[in-house]
């Protein structure tokens, strides 16, 4: 453990230096880049003095044991060693969660897409609850949530609604979220009371910065047309509604939530980068035999990840065996507890890889 801490204090060392250099900070992009590096690996250095401090208490208590005559001290040497022998095994394993190598795109903001799939009008009213409940959590955590393009559902809720999440370390909590989510509960325009059984696709992706993608807007094609839907008469009138073909690969964006184009265009332009990094990202993790075989973040879109079943009450997580009986707090907004459930079950499946 403590020749890791010194390679990790090494590359801090060299942040240092390399942060206070005037061609760093003239480079906007490297200079982000150092910044995100330096805060993450200065959380090791604090919790790796802890660490060392306790080796030292442990070590000095005892030698006061072995060489001290003076009970007193040795009492209190004794003291000492127990509470370092009790602390030094937490620490230890707080700090192999803090080395395992952080996927980059952890820190990153997203682009949320969420898509009603079977069940009809509940289908889209379920997609409506996942926003919803997105939305509040995001609230809790200071993220901010601009939407970029929807489609309203005929009794509700969204056919498909695509969004953005801007805060601190959102990728690398929402990219649990990725999967089909399973509702079961009794329909508004259900008259017998029968439970029914629904489904809604979500879908995270990192957002891609400038820098991450090159995008040649030769390849572009940029179609402007007049915004469809809620937002009155001069939303409808004026050509400000964004869609952009990719020519080489075929992805289309669309954009209309602002009234002005060159917002909606700005919009549109992130999230096909956002799209176009996906493809990246998607390579890479097959690539990366860990990632493919992992039960938790597996990237599979077509995976049942999550039941929420009203009339009990319940939701189940079915990638780790969770089952809370909270269904109101948890659709309110309140996944803290599952998303902190994956992400330790994520970090003990790379553990016990890297072991």
């Known amino acids: 453990m403590l020749e890791k801490l010194k390679l990790v204090e090494n590359r801090f060392n060299e942040l240092n230096d390399l942060i206070i250099q005037p061609d760093?900070?003239?480079?906007?992009?490297?200079?982000?880049?150092?910044?995100?590096?330096?805060?993450?690996?200065?959380?090791?250095?604090?919790?790796?003095?802890?660490?060392?401090?306790?080796?030292?208490?442990?070590?000095e208590a005892k030698e006061i044991i072995s060489n001290e005559d003076d009970q007193e001290m040795i009492e209190m040497a004794e003291m000492q060693l127990e509470e370092a022998e009790n602390e030094i095994p937490k620490v230890e394993e707080e700090l192999k969660l803090l080395l395992i190598p952080k996927d980059p795109d952890d820190s990153k903001n997203v682009v949320v897409e969420i898509r009603a799939g079977t069940g009809g009008d509940e289908a889209s009213i379920f997609a409506g609850d996942l926003y919803r409940m997105y939305t509040k959590f995001s609230e809790s955590k200071k993220w901010s949530v601009n939407l970029v393009d929807l489609s309203e559902g005929t009794s509700g809720g969204?056919?498909?609604?695509?969004?953005?999440?801007?805060?601190?370390?959102?990728?690398?909590?929402?990219?649990?979220?990725?999967?089909?989510?399973?509702?079961?509960?009794?329909?508004?325009?259900?008259?017998?009371?029968?439970?029914?059984?629904?489904?809604?696709?979500?879908?995270?992706?990192?957002?891609?910065?400038?820098?991450?993608?090159?995008?040649?807007?030769?390849?572009?094609?940029?179609?402007?047309?007049?915004?469809?839907?809620?937002?009155?008469?001069?939303?409808?009138?004026?050509?400000?509604?964004?869609?952009?073909?990719?020519?080489?690969?075929?992805?289309?964006?669309?954009?209309?939530?602002?009234?002005?184009?060159?917002?909606?265009?700005?919009?549109?332009?992130?999230?096909?980068?956002?799209?176009?990094?996906?493809?990246?990202?998607?390579?890479?993790?097959?690539?990366?035999?860990?990632?493919?075989?992992?039960?938790?973040?597996?990237?599979?879109?077509?995976?049942?990840?999550?039941?929420?079943?009203?009339?009990?009450?319940?939701?189940?997580?079915?990638?780790?065996?969770?089952?809370l009986y909270d269904l109101t707090k948890i659709i309110n907004g309140d996944i803290h507890k599952i998303i902190d459930e994956l992400m330790l079950a994520e970090n003990s499946e790379i553990l016990k890889a890297n072991n």
Do not use: W
Request: proline share 2%; glycine share 6%; hydrophobic share 30%.
């Open 158 to 323: 969204y056919k498909e609604i695509i969004f953005e999440v801007n805060g601190e370390d959102v990728y690398g909590h929402l990219k649990f979220e990725a999967g089909v989510h399973r509702v079961q509960r009794v329909p508004q325009t259900e008259t017998q009371g029968r439970v029914h059984t629904s489904a809604a696709t979500v879908i995270v992706l990192p957002e891609a910065e400038e820098f991450d993608v090159e995008l040649d807007m030769q390849d572009v094609r940029i179609e402007r047309t007049t915004s469809t839907g809620p937002g009155g008469q001069s939303v409808n009138t004026t050509y400000s509604a964004i869609r952009l073909h990719h020519e080489p690969t075929g992805i289309t964006v669309s954009c209309q939530d602002q009234k002005s184009q060159h917002k909606n265009l700005d919009k549109a332009l992130k999230v096909l980068r956002t799209r176009l990094y996906e493809l990246e990202v998607e390579k890479r993790r097959q690539e990366d035999s860990l990632k493919r075989k992992s039960m938790v973040s597996s990237g599979d879109r077509s995976a049942k990840i999550r039941t929420y079943n009203y009339p009990q009450g319940r939701v189940t997580e079915h990638r780790i065996g969770l089952t």
């Open 24 to 59: 760093i900070i003239s480079d906007q992009n490297r200079y982000i880049q150092i910044s995100k590096e330096y805060k993450d690996i200065k959380k090791i250095i604090e919790k790796g003095d802890l660490y060392k401090n306790l080796l030292a208490n442990q070590s």
